[in-house]
């Protein structure tokens, strides 16, 4: 018999809504829900996880309890578009929750045409293929 996935600590959960109110200086509202996941992709079974969602600035948030120090993130504006995070699985909640967090907030400014973290070979992709030369500091 396969053990159930136990739900979020109050520790667990007061990390998140800690990481969340720093992220948009305010409390915000996350509800317990019920996620099936597909947890193991060489199964169609799919798995009951516990898991937390939230809304904010347009966009719905998720994160997934997988087992014990396991979790899968994920934020969409509808079905369509979907986002992670690039890394299938964590095994510690505040790296999840911050690199969620990160990735959307980079994902917003993109969508609002704001470019950063770009290095000299995105500048040089910018500037149609010519070389970039940074300022000399002295």
């Known amino acids: 018999m396969v053990r159930p996935i136990p739900k979020f600590t109050e520790r667990e959960r007061s990390l998140v ?13 996350f509800q317990d829900v019920d996620a099936e996941l597909q947890l193991n992709l060489l199964e169609e079974k ?26 899968r993130c994920q934020f969409y504006y509808t079905d369509i578009e979907q986002f992670g995070t690039g890394k299938d699985e964590y095994d510690n909640l505040g790296d999840c ?13 993109q969508v609002q045409g704001i470019r950063s973290g770009m290095n000299a070979v995105d500048f040089s992709k910018a500037n149609d293929g010519e070389e970039y030369y940074p300022p000399i500091i002295i």
């Open 97 to 109: 929750v911050v690199t969620l967090l990160q990735v959307q907030a980079d994902h917003e400014l």
């Open 17 to 29: 809504h800690q990481t969340i109110k720093e992220r948009y200086g305010s409390d915000v509202t």
């Open 46 to 71: 799919l798995t009951t996880c516990p898991s937390l969602a939230w809304d904010e600035r347009g966009a719905h948030f998720v994160i997934f309890k997988t087992g014990d120090s396991r979790f």
